[in-house]
């Protein structure tokens, strides 16, 4: 189906119901005309096959997004064949793969979206760039920055589509917030502090195979989510982080791990569990400095009970400030010195440009988690039609990948020195800095 913009971003009102009747979308980036449609004709989402590696929490989130725009998913790749076949069968996905090979030997498959744990990233992202596929990969890019610099070196050299699932940013007033500051109604942003807390691994008795080092990477909580929230204001105020100074803490210190395997956000008690010590984080508390002069502050939890997934910022500039929680996504808070604060309820016919090109539901009516993925694919298949990523895309590069893993590293380092530290980005000099930080 061809889904038809004008010149301000907004879909035909026929367009609208065929959407909701068909479920199938393209969108598609319009110049200004003279007429108030103007149509354009592209390749069909639904022409183009797509797979998916890991079939949890995040590869069912995943599937189901495609299927909402209107890409085929193909098949999946499980942990074992059986699991994949276990899950193939239960979400109707027509075939599991018994390995990334076979995947990637389906002439059909031209876009592989990678939600299997960390360890796996790297090697994943790495065989299906060589085999000219393009590649959507869940967060964190790799287990270490110097994986991650390698796979940029790769996407580069393959001239494929190749993003990070960043999501966050794809809530409408995310996008909306972006433009405001964009275009000065903050004036320069001076502090931006927030949190991002959650609880589901407040208990000795919760487990996850990001509790392992081996699998999940040195950081728990400041990878798993902290890189969420470092990603999206930096992305919002289009600042990068200059320097940290991070306090880390564990304060369960063992917790009984299942013999078994354990679902993502699981709930239920393993009977059979052994005693495991733990390293990785629960808690960071870290001050930022800015490039250009601004500070931050943000602390990062998954063990703060009530909380299940609260990711919020604060932004203030020298003229007005934003604030947004992403448990109530469909409203942000615009602060004022001499005149009434502002709420903004979601509303298409309100926001920016980003804010109307990520929104797939008029206002009124709620946009939440998995409203997110289905937006960020949307950009992600637009460029995979040209054949092309776009010169500055909405969503996360693997450049943006590994900036993450850059100050990661500047994260942990400080935590362990007790000093202010600036990311690494010369390749050379980063390499050098882990090599020491593991002696």
Same mark, same amino acid.
């Given at each position: /189906?061809l889904?038809?913009?004008?010149?301000?971003?907004?879909?035909?009102?026929?367009?609208q119901?065929?959407l909701i009747?068909?479920?199938?979308e393209?969108?598609?980036?319009l110049?200004v005309?003279?007429l108030?449609? &103007?149509?354009?004709?592209?390749?069909?989402?639904?022409?183009?096959g797509?797979?998916?590696?890991g079939?949890?929490?995040i590869?069912?989130?995943?599937?189901?997004?495609?299927?909402?725009?209107?890409?085929?998913?193909?098949?999946l790749?499980?942990?074992?064949?059986?699991?994949g076949?276990e899950?193939a069968?239960r979400?109707?996905?027509?075939?599991?793969?018994?390995?990334?090979?076979e995947?990637?030997?389906?002439p059909? !498959?031209?876009?592989? @979206?990678?939600t299997?744990p960390?360890h796996?990233?790297?090697?994943?992202?790495?065989?299906?760039? &060589?085999?000219?596929?393009? !590649?959507?990969c869940?967060?964190p890019?790799?287990?270490?920055?110097?994986e991650?610099?390698?796979?940029?070196?790769l996407?580069?050299?393959?001239?494929?589509?190749?993003? =990070?699932?960043?999501?966050?940013r794809?809530?409408?007033?995310?996008?909306?917030?972006r433009?405001?500051? @964009?275009?000065?109604?903050?004036?320069?942003?001076?502090?931006?502090?927030?949190?991002?807390?959650?609880?589901?691994?407040? /208990?000795?008795?919760?487990?996850? %195979?990001?509790?392992?080092?081996?699998?999940?990477?040195?950081?728990r909580?400041?990878?798993?989510i902290?890189s969420h %929230?470092?990603?999206?204001?930096?992305?919002?105020t289009?600042?990068?982080?200059?320097? !940290?100074?991070?306090?880390?803490?564990?304060?369960?210190?063992?917790?009984?791990q299942?013999?078994?395997?354990?679902?993502?956000?699981?709930?239920?008690r393993?009977?059979?569990t052994?005693?495991t010590?733990?390293?990785?984080?629960?808690?960071a508390?870290?001050?930022?400095?800015?490039?250009?002069?601004?500070?931050?502050? =943000?602390s990062i939890?998954?063990?703060?009970?009530?909380?299940?997934?609260?990711l919020? +910022?604060?932004?203030?500039?020298?003229n007005a400030s934003?604030?947004?929680?992403?448990?109530?996504p469909?409203?942000i808070?615009f602060g004022?010195?001499?005149e009434?604060?502002?709420?903004?309820l979601k509303?298409?016919a309100?926001?920016?440009?980003?804010?109307?090109? &990520?929104?797939?539901?008029?206002?009124?009516?709620v946009?939440?988690?998995?409203?997110?993925?289905?937006?960020?694919?949307?950009?992600?298949?637009?460029? !995979?039609?040209?054949g092309? /990523?776009?010169?500055?895309?909405? +969503?996360?590069?693997? @450049?943006?990948?590994?900036?993450? /893993?850059?100050?990661g590293?500047?994260?942990?380092?400080?935590?362990?020195?007790?000093t %202010?530290?600036e990311?690494?980005?010369?390749?050379a000099?980063?390499?050098?800095t882990l090599?020491?930080?593991?002696?």
């Amino acid at each position: /189906m061809l889904v038809a913009r004008d010149q301000f971003g907004s879909r035909s009102r026929a367009a609208q119901y065929d959407l909701i009747e068909h479920g199938h979308e393209r969108v598609v980036s319009l110049p200004v005309v003279s007429l108030p449609i &103007a149509l354009v004709v592209m390749r069909v989402l639904a022409d183009i096959g797509a797979a998916v590696i890991g079939s949890g929490f995040i590869g069912t989130v995943h599937i189901e997004a495609l299927r909402r725009i209107g890409v085929r998913v193909h098949g999946l790749l499980g942990s074992t064949p059986e699991r994949g076949a276990e899950r193939a069968q239960r979400l109707g996905v027509p075939r599991a793969y018994a390995s990334l090979d076979e995947l990637l030997a389906d002439p059909v !498959v031209e876009v592989v @979206h990678v939600t299997s744990p960390n360890h796996l990233h790297a090697p994943q992202v790495r065989q299906i760039l &060589a085999a000219g596929r393009h !590649v959507v990969c869940e967060k964190p890019l790799a287990l270490t920055s110097i994986e991650s610099a390698e796979l940029v070196e790769l996407a580069e050299a393959s001239d494929k589509v190749a993003a =990070v699932n960043f999501n966050l940013r794809f809530y409408p007033l995310n996008q909306h917030a972006r433009d405001v500051i @964009h275009d000065g109604a903050l004036g320069n942003v001076r502090l931006i502090s927030g949190r991002y807390f959650q609880d589901w691994l407040l /208990m000795e008795t919760d487990w996850n %195979w990001r509790l392992e080092p081996e699998r999940g990477g040195a950081l728990r909580a400041v990878g798993d989510i902290g890189s969420h %929230w470092l990603d999206l204001t930096s992305f919002i105020t289009g600042l990068r982080v200059e320097a !940290v100074m991070a306090d880390l803490a564990t304060f369960i210190k063992s917790r009984q791990q299942p013999t078994g395997p354990v679902e993502t956000y699981s709930t239920e008690r393993a009977a059979d569990t052994v005693e495991t010590k733990i390293s990785t984080e629960d808690v960071a508390n870290i001050l930022i400095r800015y490039e250009g002069g601004a500070r931050g502050v =943000v602390s990062i939890s998954q063990i703060s009970s009530g909380r299940k997934n609260s990711l919020q +910022y604060e932004i203030d500039g020298s003229n007005a400030s934003a604030a947004w929680d992403s448990e109530q996504p469909d409203q942000i808070w615009f602060g004022h010195r001499d005149e009434a604060n502002e709420i903004l309820l979601k509303n298409p016919a309100l926001m920016s440009e980003g804010g109307r090109r &990520a929104a797939a539901l008029p206002g009124g009516h709620v946009e939440g988690f998995g409203d997110t993925f289905a937006a960020l694919f949307r950009q992600v298949y637009a460029d !995979v039609g040209e054949g092309q /990523m776009s010169a500055n895309p909405a +969503y996360a590069t693997f @450049h943006d990948g590994h900036e993450e /893993m850059l100050v990661g590293d500047a994260i942990a380092q400080s935590s362990r020195t007790g000093t %202010w530290v600036e990311p690494t980005r010369n390749a050379a000099k980063a390499n050098m800095t882990l090599e020491k930080a593991r002696l």
